[in-house]
């Protein structure tokens, strides 16, 4: 695992930019697997600016997001669908036909999550995968207990997970307490991982990740096994790393 410290939130989101603009560089047709959340706002928001000043071709990529609320429609406010329009998907040049979210409006989540997983198989799997950090250590909406072999699935979101998220939610709006998530195990196929997690909230996700011991308790910690990952932070979410973290990269 690498492991890039940067001192600022916004230097680790320039670093996670310039990652994903050397990818589809590299290879114009790549598959990208992406989160939604706080964190990478910031990286989407530099895209976008990257794109509109020349940089940047998105014509023959796919997408496929990590996690869908269940329940949303794509047209919801607080739907992962219409926070990667807004943020992302309307300001490059991605073509809509290849960008994939788990529907959360599906009648049967479960044949939903079944036809999610064939699809990212059908597309020869995820070229590099971004995600987010939860602050009990989830990636995707893989909560802690979830097996590191899981696929796609519906599943139930924790207390902390619905209270961490409940500021994307207007006043009066149902938050779902279920998503589709892509699985540890689907994630884990992904080629490249890139995690970023920024802010002094994630300290503790991120030293039980990367200097805690391997179990399902700490959904993080199953990137360890995982030849090609690198995960970008800032000085507040790298405070409680140990300091002999010996693939540490002060970049
Ligand atoms: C979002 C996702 C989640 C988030 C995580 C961190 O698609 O899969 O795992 O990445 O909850 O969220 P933020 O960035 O809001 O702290």
Do not use: W
Not at 53 to 76: A, P
């Amino acid at each position: 695992m690498k492991i890039i410290i940067k001192d600022t939130a916004a230097e680790a989101s320039a670093a996670v930019t310039e990652i994903l603009l050397q990818q589809i560089a590299e290879k114009p047709a790549s598959v990208l697997g992406l989160p939604t959340g706080g964190t990478p706002l910031a990286v989407y928001a530099r895209l976008r600016e990257e794109f509109a000043k020349g940089r940047g071709s998105y014509g023959s990529i796919t997408t496929f997001n990590v996690d869908e609320y269940i329940g949303l429609s794509l047209h919801d406010p607080a739907s992962y669908a219409r926070y990667m329009r807004e943020n992302l998907f309307e300001h490059v040049n991605v073509k809509a036909s290849r960008t994939n979210i788990p529907d959360g409006s599906a009648s049967d989540p479960d044949a939903e999550a079944k036809r999610y997983e064939g699809l990212i198989a059908a597309c020869g799997g995820i070229d590099l995968m971004l995600l987010g950090l939860g602050r009990n250590a989830h990636i995707g909406f893989n909560e802690p207990g979830s097996l590191h072999h899981s696929r796609t699935r519906r599943v139930a979101l924790t207390e902390s997970t619905l209270e961490a998220n409940s500021a994307y939610f207007a006043s009066g709006a149902v938050q779902p307490t279920h998503a589709i998530t892509m699985g540890i195990g689907t994630i884990l196929q992904c080629r490249r991982i890139v995690v970023l997690a920024t802010g002094p909230e994630k300290a503790e996700a991120v030293a039980s990740s990367v200097d805690g011991v391997v179990s399902e308790a700490v959904p993080g910690s199953a990137l360890s096994h995982h030849p090609d990952t690198t995960i970008v932070l800032d000085k507040a979410a790298a405070r409680n790393l140990g300091i002999a973290q010996p693939m540490e990269l002060r970049a």
